[in-house]
Structure formats: structure tokens, C-alpha cells
């Protein structure tokens, strides 16, 4: 049995599950961005915003960690 994938470090594993739970908030606050009435748009685009600053610091972490095991 050949091996098609390198075992995870419970550091990249943990990595993915920030970037995941980052990436489901980015798609809630764009859903409440959505919905929201006219005079909370400007506080709702701000909170999608923070979680797209937040998903895209957990990528770095996680290609971080993806390029260290791949060295």
C-alpha cells in the first residue's frame, strides 16, 4: 500500500481547522452583510472585512506550515 498523502503535524492540523472555521465566518458575514438593513451595511461590510483579514492570516499560517513539511 503506497502512501498518497504525508501524515499531518497536529500544528498543520490545527492550522486547517483555523483557516476552515475562518473561511465559514467569512461566508456568515457575507450572508448577514446581505441581509442586513440599509443603515447597518456600513458595520456589517466592516465585520466581512475583519473576517476576510482573519481567513487570510490563517492561509498564511497554514502555507507556512504546508511549505515547512514540504522542505
Do not use: H, K, N
Given at each position: 500500500?503506497?502512501?498518497t498523502q504525508l501524515p499531518q503535524s497536529r500544528a498543520e492540523s490545527?492550522?486547517?481547522d483555523v483557516w476552515r472555521e475562518a473561511a465559514d465566518l467569512?461566508?456568515?458575514r457575507w450572508?448577514?452583510?446581505l441581509a442586513v438593513e440599509p443603515e447597518a451595511r456600513t458595520f456589517a461590510f466592516a465585520s466581512y472585512i475583519a473576517a476576510l483579514d482573519a481567513e487570510e492570516?490563517?492561509?498564511f499560517e497554514l502555507a507556512a506550515l504546508a511549505g515547512r513539511a514540504a522542505a
Amino acid at each position: 500500500m503506497f502512501l498518497t498523502q504525508l501524515p499531518q503535524s497536529r500544528a498543520e492540523s490545527r492550522a486547517l481547522d483555523v483557516w476552515r472555521e475562518a473561511a465559514d465566518l467569512v461566508g456568515r458575514r457575507w450572508t448577514v452583510y446581505l441581509a442586513v438593513e440599509p443603515e447597518a451595511r456600513t458595520f456589517a461590510f466592516a465585520s466581512y472585512i475583519a473576517a476576510l483579514d482573519a481567513e487570510e492570516a490563517a492561509a498564511f499560517e497554514l502555507a507556512a506550515l504546508a511549505g515547512r513539511a514540504a522542505a
